[in-house]
């Protein structure tokens, strides 16, 4: 079980109805930053060992549950995780329009190597940009993702 801590920033605060830092509930409905996102879900994960064993329902192996940092800029929390546990499965309790989603857009890290010349405005003609080239490649890549 996996979910994360972190949430963005609430600025500006005055556009709340509610105070983001409280966990107000109105009507049945809770309010306050991260409510849903990501703090049901670490709930969920939190509770549902207790509930397993209330139901009497016993797994064959471990059940570990993970809560991380560092969702919302770069995935590193949920990475050292799993470098430090292994598993056959894995359930990572982010809302998703409140259905269940059997996949994740995932993480994808690369590095680019553009060179040129180094220049400056005073000697414009000493250097070579790059940036014609990473334009071809940045269309490159748009056209093989899709995006």
């Known amino acids: 079980m996996n979910g994360h801590i972190d949430v ?3 600025e500006p605060v005055a556009a709340w109805t509610h105070d983001p ?4 509930v109105v009507d049945d409905r809770m309010y306050g930053r991260g409510a849903m ?13 207790r509930l397993l064993r209330d139901a009497g329902i016993e797994l064959a ?9 560092e969702e919302e800029c770069t995935g590193n929390g949920a990475l ?6 292994r598993a056959d499965a894995a359930i ?23 060179e040129g010349r180094p220049g400056t405005r005073c000697a414009p003609g ?14 490159r890549w748009r056209n093989w993702t899709g995006s």
């Open 8 to 10: 963005v920033s609430p």
């Open 21 to 24: 830092w409280a966990a107000e």
């Open 37 to 49: 996102d990501m703090k049901s879900g670490i709930a969920l994960n939190l509770m549902l060992p």
């Open 61 to 69: 192996g471990d059940l570990i549950v993970h809560s991380v940092i």
């Open 80 to 85: 050292a995780a799993s470098r430090r546990h």
């Open 92 to 114: 990572v309790t982010e809302p998703e329009g409140m259905r269940f989603t059997m996949a994740h857009l995932g993480v994808l890290w690369f590095r680019v190597r553009v």
């Open 126 to 139: 000493r250097g070579s940009t790059p940036s014609p080239r990473r334009c071809r490649s940045s269309r």
